[in-house]
């Protein structure tokens, strides 16, 4: 009769190839700097989703749910003006600019 062999559980696999300590072949190297660039884009994917989020919510408001009733059109073209310059500026990095932090607190 032959022994069946357990698999080594993966998250003992996982500490291994992240752990620089441990001594590696090419393809573990290879493994865990694949890892890392796979958590780095997870973490900066969840980011975007949640920046997203916030602009749907913003986007939903204005168009249906009477975010620019009572406001005059110079107030609402700065609610939408707002709302562009804050996707335009998120997507460029450009956030803590001067100009756009400026242009998110002007009045109309």
Request: glycine fraction near 4%.
């Amino acid at each position: 009769m032959s022994e069946q062999r357990k698999a080594t559980p993966a998250e003992t696999l996982k500490r291994r190839i992240v752990d620089p300590c441990i001594p590696k072949s090419e393809a573990e190297w290879w493994a865990h700097r694949e890892i890392a660039k796979q958590r780095e884009e997870s973490k900066n994917l969840r980011a975007e989703i949640e920046r997203l989020r916030a602009d749907a919510a913003d986007i939903a408001t204005i168009a249906h749910s009477g975010g620019l009733t009572g406001l005059s059109e110079a107030e609402a073209l700065v609610a939408i003006r707002r709302l562009t310059l804050r996707a335009w500026a998120d997507r460029h990095g450009r956030t803590g600019s001067r100009q756009v932090r400026s242009a998110l607190e002007a009045k109309p």
